[in-house]
């Protein structure tokens, strides 16, 4: 089968079926009017451990391969049909892995090919203010020799990944083992300080909890936001245990006796991350039960201040509509005291009324 076969298929029918046998259509590529979505590539060669060159086009990466000890780095954002192509006829990429990049909203997974391996994951970072977890789709293909990276857009910070790959040349020497350690390694600490910024704003909402001045509407709505955001980081981290778990399996020889060690570091903190997620969203539904637990209590209480006040005023009220009331009284049988009168009611009702607004009883 030709090498070209993924980026014609593409083209042609738009559908492809996936390893597990499901069919999806494909989604489009990015426009290329809009310039924070127009196709770029980021290129590195790394030779015994060693960065040798940067920035070279991608059809020279067959050529750079070549080479026993050479080791690459391609990093691609929002590429479209036409990259891909060329990236799998340069690398011999599975159609069915191609089209998976392309697409979006994979779950995380580790995918095994013949010549490579397909990894899909997802960086997150929540906003403190509105609760919201922002999920960033990266994808990266594995080989011997090559690790190709693809992301949709910017919010991902992958200079921060070059950072690292930087800032441990001593490790270099592992190639691809290393740089996707690096890589993986940056992702699950994302999840990490995702898990402990919720953790952080739960807390402050245990506080709001038991806050006289704290408004239901309020509470529930932050506290259904950090539910939601706990699903959605739950969803992403929790896959990520077999992912790691299958890289460091040896018959995929991803993984050597060196960098051994990182990787059971890294299955170390997904696993707290996906523990810790799970005992904060147990944290969240005891929370909104016991807001509804106090919500029943203020009703109770209130409800024998009412009653309480009801009582007060029924014993007047009893004893003048027994006996009438029909006494001389300042303005009687004149217009003074009917506008006296309705004058009274008026203010005691609206004090009355003020009064409970202030204290959330109506």
């Not at 060329?86 to 069915?96: D, P, S, V, Y």
């Not at 070059?162 to 994302?190: C, E, K, M």
Request: charged content about 25%; glycine content about 4%; hydrophobic content about 40%.
């Amino acid at each position: 089968m030709p090498l070209e076969a993924p980026g014609e298929e593409l083209h042609r029918c738009g559908r492809v079926t996936n390893v597990d046998d499901e069919v999806r259509d494909e989604t489009a590529p990015p426009s290329p009017s809009d310039p924070a979505s127009r196709p770029s590539a980021r290129t590195r060669l790394y030779r015994g451990g060693v960065l040798v060159a940067e920035d070279f086009p991608l059809e020279e990466v067959s050529e750079h391969l070549a080479s026993d000890d050479a080791v690459l780095w391609i990093d691609l954002r929002a590429p479209d049909v036409d990259v891909m192509s060329l990236m799998a006829a340069e690398l011999g990429l599975h159609r069915l892995a191609v089209a998976d990049a392309l697409g979006s909203r994979q779950r995380p997974k580790l995918d095994r090919y013949a010549t490579h391996e397909f990894l899909n994951m997802y960086a997150v970072h929540l906003d403190r203010e509105s609760g919201a977890l922002h999920e960033s789709e990266l994808s990266a293909f594995i080989t011997p020799k090559a690790l190709v990276t693809v992301h949709k857009d910017d919010r991902f910070d992958i200079e921060a990944v070059v950072a690292r790959w930087d800032g441990s040349p001593d490790l270099l020497s592992s190639g691809v083992g290393f740089l996707l350690y690096a890589l993986i390694d940056h992702v699950v600490d994302g999840h990490f300080a995702a898990v402990q910024d919720l953790d952080e704003e739960i807390e402050e909402l245990e506080d709001l909890l038991f806050d006289a001045g704290t408004r239901d509407q309020e509470l529930q709505r932050r506290s259904f936001a950090l539910r939601k955001s706990l699903v959605t980081l739950r969803r992403v981290v929790l896959p990520m245990r077999e992912v790691v778990n299958s890289l460091m399996r040896r018959d995929l020889h991803v993984v050597d006796d060196e960098m051994a060690p990182y990787y059971q570091d890294v299955y170390d903190h997904v696993l707290r991350a996906t523990e810790w997620t799970e005992s904060l969203r147990d944290l969240v539904t005891t929370i909104l039960e016991t807001n509804l637990t106090l919500q029943g209590n203020r009703l109770n209480v209130i409800t024998k201040k009412v009653t309480s006040w009801a009582a007060i005023i029924a014993v007047p009220t009893a004893i003048t509509g027994w006996y009438g009331q029909n006494l001389p009284y300042p303005g009687f049988a004149s217009t003074s005291g009917l506008i006296a009168s309705a004058s009274f009611i008026v203010v005691i009702s609206g004090s009355l009324y003020v009064t409970f607004k202030r204290k959330d009883w109506l």
